[in-house]
């Protein structure tokens, strides 16, 4: 078991930036892969950007070159650096570790 808390959402302007930051209760070395997920209202979860074990990325093709997923194992926490943020940005993250999901933190770009 784990619990992942995710932090560092709020309010921005389009074009600002956030970072987000899943702190986790445990060692994180041993996931096979964690990452980033959102859900804005009305519309199912997707795929954010997920780094693996090898520290290989992905990223959906929307944020590519504007977000950039990191992890720090020594501080079992997963960073997702948010820059030109856009009103389409706008949702719930949620952290993910495997099987397991954190609370999420809401996310509002503003025009």
């Known amino acids: 078991q784990v619990q992942l808390v995710e932090s560092g959402g709020g309010l921005v302007q389009a074009g600002g930036s956030l970072r987000l930051s899943c702190a986790a209760s445990?060692?994180?070395?041993?996931?096979?892969?964690m990452g980033w997920y959102r859900q804005a209202p009305g519309k199912q979860r997707e795929l954010v950007a997920i780094m693996a074990s090898s520290g290989s990325t992905t990223y959906a093709t929307s944020v590519e070159g504007r977000f950039t997923i990191s992890r720090d194992n020594a501080k079992n926490t997963v960073y997702l650096q948010m820059n030109t943020l856009k009103p389409e940005d706008t949702a719930v993250y949620y952290c993910r570790a495997e099987a397991f999901w954190g609370q999420g933190t809401l996310v509002t770009v503003s025009s």
């Open positions: 445990r060692s994180i070395f041993s996931f096979m892969f």
